[in-house]
């Protein structure tokens, strides 16, 4: 996802999207130990779009900390 799209969220829809791109990771993990890994560039698709996330919600606590 773009961060455009993650701005146009609330808080604890990035929140609830958070969780499930570690969810994700996790079981990309596990398919990893087991050697089935279709897409192994997904580990870095998921890792930046978790960052992004992790940005945003800073963004948007330190905004209405201003306000």
Same mark, same amino acid.
């Given at each position: 996802?773009?961060?455009e799209e993650f *701005?146009?969220?609330t808080e604890a829809e990035i929140e609830q999207k958070l969780i499930a791109l570690k969810?994700? /990771?996790f079981k990309l993990r596990a398919e990893? +130990? +087991?050697g *089935?890994? =279709?897409r192994p560039n997904r580990f870095r698709k998921l890792r930046k779009d978790i960052? *992004?996330?992790y940005t945003i919600l800073g963004e948007k =606590?330190?905004?209405a900390? /201003? *306000?």
């Open positions: 996802m773009k961060a *701005r146009d969220m969810e994700q /990771l990893v +130990t +087991t *089935r890994v =279709e960052a *992004r996330c =606590e330190t905004d900390a /201003l *306000r």
